[in-house]
């Protein structure tokens, strides 16, 4: 794995729960990674192939080495059709990889298209424990999240340092060690607080800062706001935990674009892009 200069990350859409995405208070576009030459997309909920579009600079779907969904919720699977059918122009082209749970493709409610599969050089299962290797990067699913349906976290190990992803769960204490040595933690703060008489299978604010806390990345990411996060205003929530932590955390908004190459030495010289 070579360290690539221009590696980066961008946040198509920052959404999370039903009425932030249908009401597109925020995008819904899911992440795009580009890495050591491969470009993947993760979660490409409703709109994404519309946001690539619109992207300045434009990210081209035919680039894309493939497809991973952390879970077949529709905020994190909508696009996924459509996307394998950008990937591969129309199926013309058979390449590409697609990650995801057993159940995103299996009766009774598969999320992908029979159609569309065959147009992918290769489908994956996402499970507990499991490591991928491709050519830029190895990804590992350390852990099964608790959520009403099959869910990874996502564990990145690239040149430029360790990202993870602790995509939509409620909260464990075991994903501490399980996400322990990431360089960047994201993380899917869907509500502020619980209300006691709920059951939401979420993140809430205190959760994830607890996480940060103990897992101390160089960077922390705040995405995926349901309404009572985006009422309390992200940014605000950010620097206030940034400053009663001593480590860098950013919210994140539609299009935000980080680049990893500072990744491995110092959170402070990430720069916003
Ligand atoms: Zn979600
Ligand atoms: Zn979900």
């Known amino acids: 794995m070579e360290k690539h200069k221009g590696d980066y990350l961008k946040f198509l859409g920052t959404a999370g729960a039903r009425f932030v995405v249908t009401r597109q208070l925020r995008a819904s576009g899911g992440l795009w990674l580009s890495v050591g030459g491969e470009e993947i997309i993760i979660d490409p909920g409703p709109g994404t192939l519309v946001r690539c579009l619109s992207s300045r600079p434009k990210l081209n779907p035919l680039h894309l080495s493939g497809i ?18 950008a990937m591969t122009n129309g199926g013309r082209n058979k390449k590409g990889f697609l990650y995801a749970p057993r159940d995103a493709f ?5 999320v992908v298209q ?6 992918l050089k290769e489908i994956g299962y996402l499970e507990e ?7 830029g990067f190895k990804l590992e699913t350390p852990v099964r999240h608790r ?3 099959e869910t990874y976290g996502l564990r990145f190990h690239l040149p430029c340092g360790n990202i993870s992803l602790i995509a939509d ?3 464990f204490p075991e994903l501490i060690e399980h996400y322990s040595g990431s360089d960047l933690l994201i993380l899917n703060v869907v509500i502020f607080k619980d209300h006691v008489s709920d059951r939401i299978y979420h993140l809430n604010f205190n959760q994830a800062a607890e996480l940060i806390k103990n897992i101390k990345p160089k960077v922390a990411i705040l995405t995926h706001f349901g309404m009572s996060m985006l009422q309390q205003k992200p940014h605000l929530l950010a620097r206030s ?3 009663k932590l001593g480590i860098r955390v950013i919210a994140a908004t539609d299009g935000f674009k980080l680049p990893l190459q500072n990744l491995s030495t110092s959170g ?6």
């Open 268 to 273: 402070s010289d990430i720069l916003v892009g």
């Open 68 to 85: 991973i969904l952390t879970h077949r919720h529709i905020d994190h699977s909508n696009d996924v059709n459509i996307m394998i059918e």
């Open 241 to 243: 935990l940034e400053e």
């Open 129 to 135: 424990g499991k490591i991928i290797r491709c050519a």
């Open 147 to 149: 959520h009403p349906v």
């Open 106 to 110: 299996e009766p009774p409610d598969p």
């Open 114 to 119: 029979f159609y569309a599969r065959v147009f």
């Open 169 to 171: 769960t409620a909260f």
